[in-house]
């Protein structure tokens, strides 16, 4: 299999509900990103995976009407819902969103002052050709923000242990490149980049709808039976475990996302 297929294989993978819902709860973490991000009013900013307008829209407010903000997703339907939402929120006139392939960016050479992906690499996995096409629509002196999680690093309290481990497995087994967010330090390096910066910050779960709605919880154990990693008295003891915890107030679950930014030498 291609790596465009690999990566057109999760076409409709998730939809633009759970993508607005994951962003709510990252709000405060996106703000701190567009400040490394360094964007300026008139630049040029391209949004890899922009899903329903969920960056393309703050990003065009921050570089206004003589900016440009164009976002890609491989989803026609997120393509459509982000156009909407770009109309409704006023800045159509300076966003727009296309149908595309991070493997083949349908941009000129050197044309964005910045470029940004958040969890577009844990679909690929071999990331490099899709960062060496990110390298080439990016202005020299220009910045790439990349964002990942290590999903080796998802946990949650119980006493079904190996159970959770199982289910962090799967997880991992399950995607393409559950490693993503531990490889993005070295791609920037090994292309020379300038003003390298890496920063880890945690993705916590207090509740454990959260927990469910965002690790996908269903689908990702329906998988782990069928593959014979598990079985389901297993996994209704490890669910109970969690249910306790929740009744009892003491339900903790993280995550681990790495944003690595740098500038194009």
């Not at 995607?175 to 020379?192: D, I």
Request: glycine fraction near 8%; proline fraction near 4%; include cysteine.
């Amino acid at each position: 299999m291609s790596q465009s297929q690999q990566y057109q294989s999760y076409h409709g993978y998730v939809d633009s509900n759970f993508l607005k819902i994951f962003a709510e709860r990252r709000r405060e973490h996106k703000r701190q990103i567009y400040q490394r991000m360094d964007i300026r009013p008139g630049q040029r900013i391209l949004d890899i995976g922009c899903g329903p307008g969920t960056d393309t829209i703050p990003l065009a407010h921050l570089v206004g009407q003589t900016g440009h903000v164009a976002g890609i997703d491989q989803d026609e339907t997120m393509v459509d819902e982000a156009d909407r939402q770009a109309k409704a929120s006023g800045v159509g006139g300076w966003v727009e969103h296309k149908v595309g392939d991070v493997l083949a960016l349908p941009f000129a050479d050197d044309h964005f002052d910045v470029c940004h992906a958040e969890r577009v690499m844990l679909h690929l996995s071999e990331p490099a050709p899709a960062f060496a096409e990110i390298i080439r629509v990016t202005k020299p002196g220009g910045r790439i923000v990349l964002l990942d999680l290590d999903g080796a690093s998802f946990s949650v309290e119980t006493p079904e242990v190996e159970t959770e481990r199982r289910i962090a497995e799967a997880w991992i087994r399950f995607h393409n490149n559950s490693y993503a967010g531990r490889q993005l330090y070295g791609l920037f390096k090994k292309h020379r980049f300038r003003d390298v910066s890496v920063e880890i910050s945690p993705l916590l779960f207090e509740s454990l709808a959260a927990y469910q709605q965002i690790f996908r919880l269903d689908g990702i154990a329906s998988k782990a039976i069928e593959a014979g990693m598990m079985t389901r008295d297993e996994l209704e003891r490890f669910e109970a475990s969690l249910e306790k915890a929740e009744e009892m107030g003491g339900f903790f679950a993280y995550g681990i996302f790495v944003t690595v930014v740098g500038s194009k030498p």
